[in-house]
């Protein structure tokens, strides 16, 4: 077993949706407190607060920097308190410093929160923040490039390269959204899963890039309670345990990136946070993939050996990691599914991880799970954080 | 919501990249002790931090790597360009760049595809390197300057106000006497482009035929007057012909169509009137403005002058030693009410009273006889341009004496003829009455 001594024994979440109503501080108490419930504590057990940043909202940002959480939510055993910004990959890192508090004695348990209100974002300002966010100001965005735009230019090379279709692809989405249809915090729960038909009839937005194979942007919180590896044993609770990590920088700007170093990056990475964890790639049970788009997921399925190359948008084509399939994959159906919520949908991620693994996600409930494979990803796709995490025992 | 196109943001140890896109070449960063090309170029070189770097001029040959279409939910400072192909392209000299692809259509862009290097000026410091097929059968429209300088843009179908597509001709105001020009392109702040150069001209030579028009009044639509010429045509001034005639051709004769209309033009500065924009004021007859409108000449920040007759109507219209600062400041954010102070507007009115108050002044001036408004235009056109004053005098004198014999002023006259007293006793209770208005 690995060296990680990380447990998250608590979650707590609002539905993903549009909530112009809702104060981002309303969904804070809400998230923080069914955590803290979920996890079976006391408000006064919470000795650390390390949030997520949430993206494009600097008020926020500045209140939560400075302390306001704990005050807020009335935590009198908090001893400290920080943000943590790292993009999509953030909830990574909170998890990691909360690790160290935990580790170096600072805090017994740790509350990691994040919310993110798009709808009462000013139009201006979001459309601002979208176009310039992992997007340089130089020598990429005086050409009129976009989020969906680099995007589409991935995908398109990778289409060329691996020989994948344009049904394939859109099968990637079909996938996502079945398991989002599942799942209640989704803004697609219950509604229709789009055929291949569907996905490509969507209007281009960028080519090759439809609408429905874009992210839809939301509104979204949710909250991890975590504490060490020893302290869950103790407590006899539900509890997801981290057993490997490893991660890789790649570079901020897709124009930089070369494709070689990210597959290289995706197996190396991979292949030793599963070498941490003593688990082999056989025995994970599901493939929470976090790649906020549809081409990342068959590029890194094949690419870590879990298909022939140029095999993966088959995989998703056949129904194998759709609910029921043999590869359970992406079990609330990343940013597609989910709805983009910011840094959040990482952390919605982890969110499920945790869920399966303490045998609460429901309808999506992978049987018997016993280790998960997470992984997230920050910015235009600067990095790749591969865990690994098991069933309390 | 913000239309500016977004330039460049320099680095110190870029500024050399950008000013050597100004004369067409494309540099490479070059680590001179560990021979790597560095893209994006670097304070030091990221592979050995070595401060020894120079660059390299690019062949401007690359291949393409990947690209898009970009058809939708792009920012509104890119609408306009829609649709546009975004494109990375592998250079001969290692490096990889994202860029656009020009002069192609998007059906027949490919990975792999052979293109080279052409330059967009898009700020006075800058040009973008964008990439065209190097196979010349696959360019929608050749830069080769030779062949465009002959090139002359057509309109398929006869222009009529119907099929206007940059400007809106409209009869209108009481009795049908005022004729509305509104330059239309409200996305590109009005800017001038060729077609809507054409529409002018034709507007301004149409409203000529309609004898009850007396006055015109030019506008423009949404929340700018005008703001010069429209960079689109930007690349086809690159011909030394092209250029003489964007002056010559469609400058002049938007400035011809406009003085020699005779009509009194009222030009209604609504926001921003700048560079070509403000000439075209400049060869109207009366301006007023919204207090809020920002004006100025622009063109001597790319190193030229204005070239719509700004250097020859500004001196003209106000004192001297004001009209060189304008045009040597190169500001464009002059406010109308510093215009005003500076002695070139007619009149200025604040924001909420706009409207109201210049309906007035057109209500007014368009109740005039048309005939009368057509000669005045003229006969002060002539004095102002420099004659001597017995030559003006004589213009006047002689404009007024064919006046009074035209003959729908033959016919007023024929009852104050028959009745001598009528006119003054007329005059008397005319002036009673607009005493007592006050």
């Known amino acids: 077993m690995g060296k990680k001594n990380l447990a998250i024994i608590g979650v707590g979440e609002v539905p993903t949706g549009t909530y112009p109503d809702r104060s981002q501080w309303d969904i804070i108490y809400e998230t923080s407190i069914q955590a803290v419930r979920d996890a079976g504590i006391h408000k006064n057990d919470v000795e650390g607060v390390i949030a997520v940043a949430p993206q494009a909202q600097p008020q926020l940002t500045a209140e939560i920097s400075f302390g306001k959480i704990p005050e807020e939510l009335g935590l009198k055993g908090c001893k400290d308190v920080c943000i943590c910004n790292a993009g999509g990959a953030s909830t990574s890192n909170c998890l990691r410093l909360a690790e160290q508090m935990i580790e170096s004695n600072q805090a017994k348990i740790v509350l990691i929160p994040h919310v993110t209100v798009h709808s009462t974002i000013p139009i201006p300002d979001l459309i601002n923040f979208f176009a310039k966010a992992g997007i340089d100001l130089q020598w990429e965005y005086p050409y009129g490039t976009t989020y969906n735009g680099i995007i589409a230019m991935m995908t398109r090379r990778y289409m060329h390269e691996s020989g994948t279709?344009?049904?394939?692809?859109?099968?990637?989405?079909?996938?996502?959204?079945?398991?989002?249809?599942?799942?209640?915090?989704?803004?697609?729960?219950?509604?229709?899963?789009?055929?291949?038909?569907?996905?490509?009839?969507?209007?281009?937005?960028?080519?090759?890039?439809?609408?429905?194979?874009?992210?839809?942007?939301?509104?979204?919180?949710?909250?991890?309670?975590?504490?060490?590896?020893?302290?869950?044993?103790?407590?006899?609770?539900?509890?997801?345990?981290?057993?490997?990590?490893?991660?890789?920088?790649?570079?901020?700007?897709?124009?930089?990136?070369?494709?070689?170093?990210?597959?290289?990056?995706?197996?190396?990475?991979?292949?030793?946070?599963?070498?941490?964890?003593?688990?082999?790639?056989?025995?994970?049970?599901?493939?929470?993939?976090?790649?906020?788009?549809?081409?990342?997921?068959?590029m890194f399925m094949e690419t870590i050996g879990l298909c022939k190359p140029g095999q993966a948008g088959k995989m998703f084509m056949e129904g194998h990691t759709w609910p029921g399939g043999r590869m359970p994959w992406a079990t609330i159906g990343d940013a597609i599914g989910r709805g983009h919520t910011g840094s959040g949908v990482s952390m919605a991620t982890y969110v499920e991880t945790a869920r399966q693994l303490m045998g609460k996600a429901g309808a999506r409930q992978v049987k018997d799970a016993e280790y998960v494979f997470q992984n997230t990803s920050g910015g235009s796709g600067m990095n790749f954080i591969a865990t690994v995490w098991g069933r309390n025992r | 919501m913000d239309t500016q196109k977004p330039t460049p943001v320099i680095q110190p140890w870029t500024k050399e990249f950008w000013k050597a896109t100004q004369q067409g070449k494309l540099l490479v960063q070059h680590c001179k002790d560990c021979n790597s090309k560095i893209f994006f170029p670097k304070k030091v070189c990221p592979e050995c931090w070595s401060e020894n770097l120079n660059w390299i001029e690019s062949t401007g040959k690359a291949k393409v790597y990947t690209y898009t279409e970009m058809i939708d939910m792009v920012e509104p400072k890119f609408m306009a360009d829609l649709p546009y192909i975004i494109a990375m392209v592998d250079l001969d000299e290692g490096i990889r760049m994202t860029t656009r692809i020009v002069n192609c259509k998007s059906e027949d862009v490919a990975i792999g595809m052979d293109v080279e290097v052409v330059f967009q000026e898009?700020?006075?410091?800058?040009?973008?390197?964008?990439?065209?097929?190097?196979?010349?059968?696959?360019?929608?429209?050749?830069?080769?300057?030779?062949?465009?300088?002959?090139?002359?843009?057509?309109?398929?179908?006869?222009?009529?106000?119907?099929?206007?597509?940059?400007?809106?001709?409209e009869i209108g105001g009481k009795n049908n006497v005022v004729c509305f020009i509104t330059l239309n392109r409200p996305d590109k702040y009005n800017a001038i482009n060729r077609r809507m150069a054409?529409?002018?001209?034709?507007?301004?030579?149409?409203?000529?035929?309609?004898?009850?028009?007396?006055?015109?009044?030019?506008?423009?639509?949404?929340?700018?007057?005008?703001?010069?010429?429209?960079?689109?045509?930007?690349?086809?001034?690159?011909?030394?012909?092209?250029?003489?005639?964007?002056?010559s051709h469609e400058g002049l004769d938007v400035q011809r169509a406009i003085t020699s209309c005779e009509k009194v033009v009222i030009c209604k500065i609504n926001g921003h009137c700048l560079a070509g924009g403000l000439e075209i004021?400049?060869?109207?007859?009366?301006?007023?403005?919204?207090?809020?409108?920002?004006?100025?000449?622009?063109?001597?920040?790319?190193?030229?002058?204005?070239?719509?007759?700004?250097?020859?109507?500004?001196?003209?219209?106000?004192?001297?030693?004001?009209?060189?600062?304008?045009?040597?400041?190169?500001?464009?954010?002059?406010?109308?009410?510093?215009?005003?102070?500076?002695?070139?507007?007619?009149?200025?009115?604040?924001?909420?009273?706009?409207?109201?108050?210049?309906?007035?002044?057109?209500?007014?001036?368009?109740?005039?006889?048309?005939?009368?408004?057509?000669?005045?235009?003229?006969?002060?056109?002539?004095?102002?341009?420099?004659?001597?004053?017995?030559?003006?005098?004589?213009?006047?004198?002689?404009?007024?004496?064919?006046?009074?014999?035209?003959?729908?002023?033959?016919?007023?006259?024929?009852?104050?003829?028959?009745?001598?007293?009528?006119?003054?006793?007329?005059?008397?209770?005319?002036?009673?009455?607009?005493?007592?208005?006050?």
């Open chain 2, 122 to 169: 898009i700020s006075p410091e800058c040009s973008l390197p964008v990439f065209q097929p190097t196979d010349i059968s696959l360019r929608i429209k050749t830069t080769d300057p030779k062949e465009t300088e002959t090139k002359v843009p057509e309109f398929e179908t006869r222009l009529q106000p119907e099929n206007y597509q940059a400007i809106q001709y």
């Open chain 2, 281 to 438: 004021a400049l060869a109207c007859d009366l301006l007023y403005a919204g207090e809020s409108a920002k004006m100025g000449t622009t063109e001597i920040n790319m190193g030229i002058l204005p070239g719509w007759g700004g250097t020859a109507r500004l001196p003209r219209s106000m004192p001297i030693f004001r009209a060189r600062e304008i045009i040597f400041s190169g500001r464009k954010d002059y406010t109308a009410r510093e215009m005003y102070d500076m002695g070139l507007l007619t009149r200025v009115f604040k924001d909420d009273e706009f409207e109201f108050q210049f309906e007035k002044v057109v209500n007014n001036i368009a109740s005039k006889k048309p005939i009368a408004l057509r000669m005045g235009k003229e006969i002060m056109a002539r004095s102002v341009d420099g004659c001597d004053i017995e030559t003006a005098l004589a213009v006047e004198r002689n404009g007024i004496q064919w006046l009074t014999y035209s003959p729908d002023i033959q016919s007023v006259m024929d009852q104050f003829r028959a009745s001598p007293d009528q006119l003054t006793q007329q005059q008397k209770q005319q002036n009673i009455r607009s005493d007592a208005k006050k």
């Open chain 1, 165 to 298: 279709t344009e049904e394939e692809m859109a099968s990637v989405v079909v996938s996502l959204r079945k398991w989002a249809a599942l799942d209640p915090n989704s803004i697609f729960y219950g509604k229709e899963v789009p055929t291949i038909e569907k996905v490509l009839s969507s209007s281009m937005v960028s080519s090759p890039l439809h609408k429905r194979e874009c992210n839809v942007l939301a509104d979204g919180g949710a909250a991890l309670v975590v504490t060490s590896a020893e302290y869950a044993k103790q407590m006899k609770c539900p509890a997801a345990c981290k057993l490997g990590e490893s991660s890789r920088y790649f570079s901020a700007f897709t124009t930089t990136r070369s494709t070689e170093r990210v597959k290289e990056g995706f197996r190396d990475a991979t292949d030793e946070a599963l070498a941490d964890a003593g688990v082999s790639k056989e025995e994970i049970d599901i493939w929470n993939v976090y790649l906020a788009y549809p081409v990342g997921h068959p």
């Open chain 2, 198 to 247: 054409a529409e002018l001209i034709d507007a301004f030579r149409r409203v000529r035929e309609i004898p009850a028009v007396g006055v015109v009044v030019l506008t423009g639509a949404g929340k700018a007057f005008c703001t010069g010429g429209d960079l689109e045509i930007f690349p086809s001034l690159a011909g030394h012909q092209n250029s003489l005639n964007w002056l």
